[in-house]
Nanobody, 121 residues
Framework: QVQLVESGGGLVQPGGSLRLSCAASGSIFTIYAMGWYRQAPGKQRELVAS???????NYADSVKGRFTISRDNAKNTVYLQMNNLKPEDTAVYYC???????????????WGQGTQVTVSS
């Protein structure tokens, strides 16, 4: 079994910062890409940022220059540093990991349970 556990969400004022963390655990052989997605009420889930095992990154245009994704391969953890937050960043943020399972060497995509980020004064 594989689990992704997110933390770090909360309420912050516009212009503030938050750091999200997502730790993967369980029967993992290797993790390829990890990423953060978000879903605001009434909208589709969208990619925020992703990072490969070789640390290549990709960002949504709306967060470039404000958000930074990073990962610690030894801890199977991905982070999202969010600076200069705006009200339009309000959403549930989900962690995603594309990995190969240890027990059967099959590639799977896993999701975390989501963490709420609210940007409001």
């Amino acid at each position: 079994q594989v689990q992704l556990v997110e933390s770090g969400g909360g309420l912050v004022q516009p212009g503030g910062s938050l750091r999200l963390s997502c730790a993967a655990s369980g029967s993992i052989f290797t993790i390829y890409a990890m990423g953060w997605y978000r879903q605001a009420p009434g909208k589709q889930r969208e990619l925020v940022a992703s990072i490969t095992s070789g640390d290549s990154t990709n960002y949504a245009d709306s967060v470039k220059g404000r958000f930074t994704i990073s990962r610690d391969n030894a801890k199977n953890t991905v982070y999202l540093q969010m600076n200069n937050l705006k009200p339009e960043d309000t959403a549930v943020y989900y962690c995603n990991a594309d990995l190969r399972r240890l027990k059967d060497y099959i590639n799977y995509s896993y999701w975390g349970q989501g963490t709420q980020v609210t940007v409001s004064s």
